[in-house]
Structure formats: C-alpha cells, structure tokens
C-alpha cells in the first residue's frame, strides 16, 4: 500500500503538485487541527469498526482525476480508507503517522524526528 512522509507532502505542496487531503477523523478532530485545504469526510469510527460503507457512500466527493491522500489521527485507520480508494480505481496514498505526524513535522518535534529516522530503515 503506498505511504507518503509528511516531509514528501511538504514538498509536492511547494512544488504546486498539491494532490487531494481526504482526512477522514471526526468533525470535531477537524475543526482543531487539519491541513490547510483539506476536505473532512468524517468516516473514521465506522472504518475503526470495520464498517466501511460509509466512506463507499461519500466517494463521489472524492476526485478520481487527483492523487489523495488520507490522514488520521496517526495512519493506522487511513490505511484501511487508503486500501478502499485504490481498490475503487483511486491513486492513493496513506500520509504516514496521520495529523501527529503531520504537526510533529511542521514544529520539527523531537517525537517527529524520531519517527521519521525510523520511516527511512523501513
């Protein structure tokens, strides 16, 4: 399945490749901290809980036309939404360690650092 760094994500935002953010955690989740211009489709606990119908219900605000990327709280249920996008004919990808990641890399946190070190021995 394919994962993307958030430093990677970083970088095609300032290359102007800016592929399409499905953060699928709940509405509250969202309106606290989110990547600028992403879309909520708040799918989360139903994908927690196996139930993917949910997000098949929404995949028409979805852009076939367009990479997504999905973000979580840390990855490990955007991954189950990543798997559904590309097996619906989606080019995919899982943004590695979800919004934490994502906010550990823009503050350079230690706990992100770390993380990232560990991503590049995979």
């Known amino acids: 399945m394919s994962r993307i760094r958030p430093a990677e994500l970083a970088a095609r935002f300032e ?3 800016e592929p399409f953010i499905l953060d699928i955690r709940p509405r509250s989740d969202y309106q606290t901290n989110a990547i600028e211009g992403s879309h909520n489709v708040p799918v989360y606990q139903e994908l927690r809980h196996g139930d993917e119908s949910a997000l098949r219900d929404r995949l028409g605000e979805i852009p076939h036309e367009r990479d997504v990327v999905v973000v979580c709280k840390m990855g490990m249920v955007a991954k ?17 360690g979800g919004i934490s990641g994502w906010t550990g890399y823009q503050s350079g946190s230690l706990g992100y650092k770390l993380r990232s070190l560990l991503w590049k021995l995979r």
Not at 80 to 96: H, I, K, P, Q
């Open 80 to 96: 189950r939404a990543t798997s559904l996008l590309v097996d619906e004919g989606y080019d995919a990808a899982t943004l590695l």
């Open 15 to 17: 290359s102007g490749d």
